[in-house]
């Protein structure tokens, strides 16, 4: 697939021609990466196309979170990253399948059944932006909008052997996108390489006075125009954490570590707190904040309503019970009960406290180091279908959820491959809004690891 720097200079014809293709590639895909309608693929409008994750809302279309409860709700408005793409020649084109309300990790708890990986699809192209990725990777995207409340862009970025990047909290206005986590979610982009997430970032990013918790100190300058891949950093490698990866992912973090300091930068071992602690300070967080948010599908305003209403308990309870999958019961139960009287000291109010720990770790380790170098995830992609359990599939975040934590910028790059040719990646995590520093990194690394 064309990449998006080249598709800037393309013509109106071409553009056209090219969401041809895109509509028929994605209906003759094997990876059900796209959720195929009629009013997200319509070739009319000569910006270039970028898919966007279906909890972004775009205006007409059905947006739906890959949830039955959302089935039929048509968007009135367009979300603050929809209109920055629409002022910089790019459209919205296409809704990714996801994990329903972006919770989960390998894209297969969506209304539209699951989504594969494009390397292999006999795996899971993991999640929840997991369409996003496989449409990237799988070459029926050119590139493409995701969210990331704890890992959600860079997992699947580098399950699938495609570039993402996890803004920091605030610089990307999240109006517009359906909320699990509000104090974690960020819109951020999924790409074929360093260079198309600079330009796509570039494009989506800065203050919307839409979004109360957007920040009015975010860098204006393009990125894209400052790529300087010459720059020398300093590099802080895990010590103890990366004991949590399988062998083949620590055998790529050690290569990658050699191949870092042959180009010149620095390398200094930091510690972390027990990254366990960032799992259970994360999963009360979020699971707390996802049951307030949830609250507002009640079969009265959006989307779908069950038949047979009696009264208005009865509205809330059937629609509801038929509208949510189970994952999604589980967290709005676990939320609600870590939030009520009684218990929100011992849980809630004490991830609060936890969350502010990790603040202060990440602060202490950027006085002394640029970029901290983690797996994004302990192993590949899994098997579709293998049966975890929840608790399993929680704690495969162990190295992701620590940036959402903290509102820190990440971005995923891949790194290698293993003995079955499947993507490894590596993310590179900086301090609120470093992300230039991110991105010269990256750019070096990718530069250095052609025909890896
Ligand atoms: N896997 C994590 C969760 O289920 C992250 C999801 C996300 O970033 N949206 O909460």
Redesign the pocket.
């Known amino acids: 697939m064309i990449k998006l720097r080249d598709a800037l200079n393309l013509g109106n014809d071409e553009i056209q021609e090219i969401k041809k293709q895109i509509i028929q590639k994605a209906k003759d895909s094997k990876l059900n990466a796209y959720i195929i309608d009629e009013d997200s693929l319509q070739i009319k409008d000569n910006r270039i196309p970028i898919l966007i994750k279906d909890n972004i809302n775009v205006k007409g279309w059905e947006i739906t979170c890959g949830s039955k409860i959302l089935k039929g709700y048509k968007s009135p408005y367009n979300a603050g990253v929809i209109d920055n793409l629409l002022n910089n020649n790019l459209a919205p084109f296409g809704r990714a399948n996801m994990?329903e309300f972006?919770?989960?990790?390998t894209s297969e708890s969506s209304i539209y059944g699951a989504t594969k990986n494009p390397k292999d699809i006999s795996r899971v192209p993991g999640?929840?932006?997991g369409g996003s990725a496989a449409a990237v990777a799988g070459g029926i995207a050119i590139a493409a909008l995701g969210?990331?409340?704890?890992?959600?862009?860079r997992?699947p970025a580098g399950y699938c052997g495609c570039v993402g990047l996890k803004p920091t909290y605030g610089s990307v206005s999240r109006y517009g996108l359906i909320a699990?986590s509000s104090s974690l979610?960020v819109i951020g982009p999924i790409t074929q390489d360093v260079s198309d997430c600079a330009i796509l970032f570039d494009c989506i990013k800065g203050y919307d006075k839409r979004d109360s918790t957007s920040n009015p100190n975010t860098p204006k300058e393009s990125i894209f125009n400052n790529l300087n891949e010459k720059r020398k950093f300093r590099i802080g490698i895990l010590k103890e954490a990366i004991k949590n990866a399988n062998i083949e992912i620590q055998e790529a973090y050690f290569n990658l570590i050699e191949l870092i300091k042959k180009l010149g930068h620095s390398v200094k071992e930091v510690d972390m707190m027990d990254t366990n602690y960032h799992i259970s300070s994360?999963?009360i967080t979020?699971m707390a904040e996802a049951s307030s948010n949830l609250a507002r599908f009640d079969g009265v305003r959006y989307g779908n309503r069950s038949k047979d209403i009696r009264n208005l308990k009865d509205l809330y309870i059937k629609t509801r019970s038929d509208g949510f999958g189970d994952e999604v019961k589980r967290r709005i139960l676990i939320g609600n009960f870590v939030l009520s009287s009684g218990y929100c000291d011992a849980y809630y109010l004490k991830a609060q406290k936890v969350r502010d720990y990790i603040c202060f770790q990440y602060s202490e380790i950027f006085k002394d180091i640029d970029i901290i170098l983690s797996p994004i995830a302990p192993n590949v992609a899994p098997k579709l279908g293998d049966k975890i359990s929840p608790l399993e599939?929680?704690l495969s975040?162990i190295y992701?959820?620590g940036v959402?934590l903290a509102g820190i910028p990440s971005i995923s790059i891949p790194v290698a491959t293993n003995k079955e040719n499947l993507p490894i990646g590596m993310q590179l995590i900086g301090n609120h809004f470093n992300e230039q520093i991110l991105f010269d990194f990256a750019l070096n690394l990718e530069n250095n690891l052609k025909g890896v």
């Open positions: 994990d972006a919770m989960g990790s999640g929840s932006s969210s990331d409340t704890g890992g959600s862009i997992q699990y979610d994360y999963y979020s599939m929680y975040d992701t959820i959402n």
